[in-house]
C-alpha cells in the first residue's frame, strides 16, 4: 500500500510516491537537470529574467503568426507566470501583428458557487489577461473577442473550440502540488483510495470543475493574494488533458517563484525517464510527443539544507 500523503492523507500528491524517486529527484544538480532532455522532451535555460520572459512571450507571437484565414492557430497562456502577458501586447503593438485570425485560451478560471468567478473578482484570471496582455494591444490590431476562449462552468463551447483553430502551443507554470493548469492530483476516496487513477485514466480527463488541492490553495494565496487564504475559491474550472494532447506542443516556464527547487527537479525526472503517475500529473507529460520545460538558471536553486 502507498504511503499517506505527509501533506493531506485525504489526497493523493507526491509524497505518496516511491521514496528511491524522490531522493533521486533531490540529488539532481542543476546541470544534470539540463542534461534530460531526450527525443519528444526537450530542456531549456535562461541566464536572465529578461531573456525568460521574452522567450516566453515570443511564444505567443510565434504562434499567431501561422493564423492565417484558411487555418486560424493560437495559444493556450497561464496566469502563472504573467510577467511575459505586457511583452505580448508590446510585441503586437511594434510589429503590427494583425490578429484577426489569431486565437488564444485562458487556461483556467475560478469557481464560485458552482460559476465561473466574474472578471470583477480580483483574482479573475480572465480579468487578468485582459488588463495585462489584451487591453494593450492597439484596437486595430486585435483579435475578434469570439476568438478569446476563456474557460467556464458550462465547459462545452469551451472544448469545442480546440477544434476551431490549431493550439500551437499550449503553456503554463508548475504549481507546488505538481500540476499545470489546475489538474491536481485527486482526493484520496472511494475507488481511489489505496491507488490513484491510472495515467491512461487521468488522460481521459477534458476541460472540467475540479476540487483545489490544499497545496494549491495555499500557493496561490502566497503568489497572488498576499497571504489570505480565505480569499482563495477552493474549487476552478482546468484545462483538461484532452485539451492538451491536442496542443501541438506543450511549454512549462519554471523561473522558481511557483514551484520549489525539488518540485520543478521531480517532475524533469520523471517526464525524462517517462515514470507517469496521476499523483503528480505533471509527469502525465512524458506521454505527450513534444514538452519543453523552461528554466531560469537562477531560480533553480538546490534541495541542500539552508536554514534562514
Not at 499545470?180 to 487513477?197: C, L, M, S, V
Request: net charge negative.
Amino acid at each position: 500500500m502507498r504511503p499517506l500523503s505527509k501533506i493531506s492523507p485525504d489526497w493523493w500528491d507526491y509524497t505518496t510516491l516511491d521514496r528511491q524517486i524522490l531522493d533521486d529527484a533531490a540529488r539532481l544538480s542543476a546541470d544534470d537537470l539540463l542534461g534530460l532532455s531526450r527525443p519528444g522532451f526537450t530542456v531549456r535555460c535562461y541566464d536572465t529574467l529578461e531573456e525568460f520572459y521574452l522567450a516566453e512571450a515570443l511564444e505567443y507571437i510565434t504562434a499567431w503568426r501561422q493564423a492565417t484565414p484558411d487555418r486560424p492557430a493560437g495559444i493556450c497562456g497561464p496566469i502563472g507566470p504573467t510577467e511575459q502577458l505586457p511583452l505580448v501586447a508590446r510585441l503586437v503593438n511594434e510589429l503590427e501583428i494583425d490578429l484577426r485570425h489569431a486565437h488564444f485560451w485562458g487556461m483556467d478560471e475560478w469557481v464560485i458557487d458552482g460559476r465561473e468567478a466574474p472578471e470583477s473578482f480580483p483574482l479573475s484570471f480572465a480579468r487578468a489577461d485582459r488588463e495585462l496582455c489584451f487591453d494593450r494591444i492597439r484596437p486595430e490590431l486585435r483579435m475578434p473577442e469570439e476568438n478569446l476562449h476563456f474557460p467556464k462552468a458550462d465547459t462545452r463551447p469551451y472544448t469545442e473550440s480546440f477544434r476551431q483553430a490549431r493550439c500551437v502551443v499550449m503553456q503554463g507554470g508548475q504549481g507546488e502540488v505538481k500540476h499545470w493548469a489546475f489538474n491536481d492530483p485527486p482526493k484520496r476516496e472511494g475507488a481511489y483510495r489505496d491507488e490513484p487513477p491510472s495515467p491512461a485514466e487521468y488522460r481521459r480527463l477534458a476541460t472540467r470543475i475540479v476540487d483545489l488541492h490544499p497545496m494549491t490553495i495555499i500557493q496561490n494565496a502566497r503568489t497572488s493574494g498576499g497571504g489570505v487564504v480565505t480569499n482563495v475559491p477552493t474549487q476552478a474550472i482546468s484545462v483538461g488533458p484532452v485539451e492538451t494532447w491536442q496542443a501541438e506542443r506543450v511549454s512549462i516556464w519554471q523561473a522558481g517563484c511557483h514551484d520549489n527547487p525539488f518540485g520543478m527537479r521531480l517532475t524533469t525526472l520523471m517526464i525524462s525517464q517517462r515514470v507517469a503517475d496521476s499523483a503528480v500529473p505533471m509527469s502525465l507529460l512524458a506521454d505527450h510527443p513534444r514538452v519543453q520545460f523552461n528554466f531560469l538558471r537562477s531560480g533553480i536553486g538546490t534541495c541542500q539544507a539552508e536554514m534562514h
